[in-house]
C-alpha cells in the first residue's frame, strides 16, 4: 500500500514562496506519475502539477504555469513542488496523489497524502 504524507505548507505573505514535499513509502514509484492538487473551502479539488518518475515530464495548470516548479527525487521517493510568487488565491490545502500516468484529472489519481495548509496572506 503506497503512503503518501505532504509537508512544507504555512503561512506566507503575498509574493513569497514556500516548498512542498510529498514523501512516498510502501510501493513501487518506477511506473507512476506523481500531481499536486489543492482544494480551497467550498470548491473542487482542483489539478495543479504533475511530474512522472521517469524522465520527469512535467504538466501545470494554467493559473501557476511560471510561478510554480514541479520536481523528483526518485532516490529518495519524494516529490517537490516549489511555489513562488505566490498570491492569496493560492490559500488551499495541498494534496499529492499517485497515477498510471501523467494526467490532470483528479480521477486518474489514487492513494492520495492527507494535505498540507497552504495560506497566502494580502
Known amino acids: 500500500q503506497v503512503q503518501l504524507v505532504e509537508s512544507g505548507g504555512g503561512l506566507v505573505q503575498a509574493g513569497g514562496s514556500l516548498r512542498l514535499s510529498c514523501a512516498s513509502s510502501g510501493g513501487t514509484f518506477s511506473s507512476y506519475a506523481m500531481g499536486w492538487f489543492c482544494q480551497a473551502p467550498g470548491k473542487e479539488r482542483e489539478f495543479v502539477a504533475a511530474v512522472t518518475w521517469r524522465g520527469g515530464s512535467t504538466t501545470y495548470a494554467r493559473s501557476v504555469q511560471g510561478r510554480f516548479t514541479v520536481s523528483r527525487d526518485s532516490a529518495e521517493n519524494t516529490v517537490y513542488l516549489q511555489m513562488n510568487s505566490l498570491k492569496p488565491e493560492d490559500t488551499a490545502v495541498y494534496f499529492c496523489?499517485?497515477?498510471?500516468?501523467?494526467?490532470?484529472?483528479?480521477?486518474?489519481?489514487?492513494?492520495w497524502g492527507q494535505g498540507t495548509q497552504v495560506t497566502v496572506s494580502s
Open positions: 496523489a499517485t497515477a498510471r500516468y501523467l494526467a490532470v484529472s483528479a480521477s486518474a489519481y489514487n492513494n
